[in-house]
């Protein structure tokens, strides 16, 4: 047998530490235009919750980790039931085996062997149906056919296992993780990797035909099938719809909510009235976590908020710590050594994946106030810059809002008044893109002439010392978007402006 030691491999992740996702379901309406409603949180677990299957139009089952193991999990959206299916072992892409009562799922044991399993509804006894095959992804053909993605020479190969034969064919082709029947077909859709422009493809599996259906969006492979024949891509906080027609993807339906801006895994109920999505917690409720641990002085608890190479900075590039052991001690180390460490959170923003918290700290009988302001990425704070109070004698809050005033009206001169001469425009952190007034001057007043009903109203703003961060929400020419901007003021005139 061969032994598969999975952390040396990026493919699975089973022996990673997973991320902390959560499993939504909603209905899908067709009206005037498609509409996703009812949106609900099916796993609200902390922890890892994935791989979503249905089992009929009222039942899924998914992996979800309790109490340190992940498990075979199948809710019931008509009870709102809970069954959690206990083995040995980590359990990963639960799925019904067709016409039994059983369950199949990638099973990660212990002593490192990862092979696809068969569990009896009843929990009686569990079997091992492909032998030694180091089965990746996949999804059942039929009652005796699978087709997946298994794990060969460091490769994920396209593979056809028939259980009956006890057979295995390599095809030798790089794919991803998402296997779908498609509907009123008997053909299995894949995503092939062998080029740069990965494709979602089809394969009869009896025949081995194999056919291009769709190029992907970059960095995207997640997808599923509506039961009319419609395709649907997850990326980021969009769900997209394959057009036949174009060639290409158009938006089916793009979230709003924090906790649906980074979706991965998708799937339809047979009759095509409900989706569900996974999802990576939000990043502020990564930050919350965070902060509450700081509170408590909790250091297990603060770290498991962190990345494993997260990095600590003084606003914008002076690094304090860098790396998961080295943010440990120090914090660590002040946790010890500070019993009085609390922290009251007076304002937040959130933005995509950035929180910036104007936080007062009291700490050895002190009390300041400084700005944090988090990444979070793929479910970690992955770096932190902070910025501390500075004394000034300006009314920074009012000069911004002189330009804003001046920016809505599109009056260039005395947009530019407020600036200094060596003024700098940066994207987050420290890239700059423009320097100079007049160079800026040039910019703004283009914007201002292409877009004269250019607007801009402040949602939620941060000011401390010489800083000003203004959550802004603009409109123009038909359209509407936020943007986040953090100015510095020095000498009476902005300075610096940073966009996120």
Sequence with gaps: MRFLLLLALGYTGLMAAQPNTEIYVMDIHLEDSIKLKNVLNISN????????????????????????????????????????????????????????????????????????????????????????????????ADANTIVGADIVENNLHLTIHSIKEGTTEDLKINVGRSFHKIPNTNLISFIDKSDKQWFVKS??????????????????????????????????????????????????????????????????????????????????????????AYNARDIDGFMDTMSADVTLYNFPNDTIAIGFETVKKRYGDFFESTPDLHSTLKNRIVYDNKVIDHEYITAKGKNYELIAIYTVTGGKISDIHILRNSQVK????????????????????????????????????????????????????????????????????????NYVIDLEELSGRGSNWRGLALYIVKEGKINTVTFF
């Excluded at 193991?69 to 019931?76: A, G, H, W």
């Excluded at 025949?207 to 995207?220: F, H, Y």
């Excluded at 993807?249 to 799937?267: M, P, Q, T, Y």
């Design 45 to 140: 677990n902390e922890g890892y919750d994935s791989q979503p299957f249905f089992i009929n139009n009222n039942d899924l089952s998914y992996a979800g980790t309790r109490s340190g193991q992940t498990e075979i999990i199948v809710r019931s959206l008509a009870r709102s039931s809970v069954f959690n299916h206990t083995t040995e072992g980590g359990e990963y892409s639960p799925q019904p085996i067709p016409e039994t009562t059983s369950y199949s799922a990638v099973r990660l044991d212990p002593n490192g062997y990862q092979r696809l399993y068969k569990y009896d509804a009843d929990k009686s006894a569990s079997s091992e149906l492909i032998k030694d095959a180091v089965v990746a992804y996949y999804t059942w």
């Design 203 to 292: 394969i009869n599996p009896k025949t081995k035909e194999i056919k291009s259906i769709a190029p992907l969006v970059q960095g995207s492979e997640d997808i599923c099938w509506l039961p009319n024949g419609s395709l649907l891509l997850a990326k980021n906080n969009t769900i997209f719809k394959y057009d036949t027609t174009t060639k290409w993807w158009k938006v089916f339906h793009s979230f709003l909510d924090d906790n649906l801006r980074a979706i991965s895994r998708i799937a339809a109920n047979p009759d095509g009235a409900k989706l569900a999505v996974v999802s990576e917690v939000s990043p502020e409720g990564i930050v919350q976590k965070q902060l509450d």
């Design 394 to 465: 300006d009314d920074v809050a009012a000069i911004i809002d002189t330009q804003l005033k001046a920016y809505n009206s599109g009056k260039i001169d005395q947009f530019m008044s407020n600036y200094s001469e060596n003024i700098k425009l940066l994207e987050y952190p420290n890239n700059v893109t423009t320097t100079g007034k007049e160079k800026m001057a040039e910019t703004y007043r283009s914007l201002f002439k292409r877009v004269p009903d250019l607007k801009c109203t402040i949602s939620n703003r941060i000011a401390l010392g």
